[in-house]
């Protein structure tokens, strides 16, 4: 099951830890949803989900104040006896005496951020959702192009690298070289990104490895990007019939997600890299509501229609 530790957490959204006692090294965080205790400091604890990341907002803050010393005691006991990752106060609010030696006891570890309860749960969970996404990894090369996310796949050795090298000279951004790790956000959306091992290097048959950040500099390089498009490379088949018009999309599946996917055989003298592009801006436009095939081919129909009505006469 996918993870993320709560030491990183902490780095990423820049929270401050209250109880620096705890040893959190082990702590882990496995869901990408959140909880605001409202209803478990006011004693409902069916459903609870402590094993989320739970949030302390201004208004559970001031309820948990408002209440007897006695009664705190005894909610705050309840509340921190189940297994819960991590508390946040938001707002620059602090816990309680009471609450912060309750935590202690029970090893729940207390942080603070200074913004917003609606600005931090939202950033959180978004970060969540892509750092616990359901992941695979392919072979490939991830290359943002005017924007589009280009999953460059197919045999090895057959010039993925080379041409994405060629778009990084063109101005496009590199996302990864050879193992692409593509994760599931959303039904409509997967994010390619780098392993850290790899991240930024190229390998170029005959030369090596190439570090594109330090030859190009950084903006030749992207940490993460949408996939929108695959080309799938393969070698040039005579006696195959290839698609010459694209009036019917073909599509590859990743995690349950559908990706256009255009086939590109290699020949010599075809130019990958401006076939990338062009593919790239292709797919663009037709997101934009206009299909360059559709239009041809209602231009055919048309004059068709227009010979028909001319013989009829």
Partial sequence: MASVKLAEIIEHSKLENLTPEIDIRKIKITQPDINRPAL??????????????????????????????????????QLLTYPTPGIVFCRELQPNALFKKTAIKHGVPLLMTKKATSAFTAEIIRWLNVKLAPMISVHGVLVDVFGEGLLITGESGIGKSETALELIKRGHRLVTDDVVEIRKVSDETLIGTAPNITKHFIELRGIGIV???????????????????????EEWDKDKDYDRLGLEEEYIEYLGNRVVCHNIPIRPGRNLSIICESAAINHRQKKMGYNAAQALYERVQKSLAEKREEEDE
Wanted: hydrophobic share 35%; aromatic share 14%; net charge negative.
């Fill in 211 to 233: 570090d594109v950040k330090s030859l190009f500099g950084v903006s030749s390089v992207k940490e993460s990007q949408g996939i929108d498009l695959v080309i799938r490379l």
């Fill in 40 to 77: 478990q400091l006011a004693g409902y604890f069916e459903h609870y989900e402590s094993t989320r990341l739970q949030i302390i907002g201004y208004v559970e803050y001031t309820y948990m104040e408002s209440l007897p010393k006695a009664r705190q005691k005894e909610v705050f006991e």
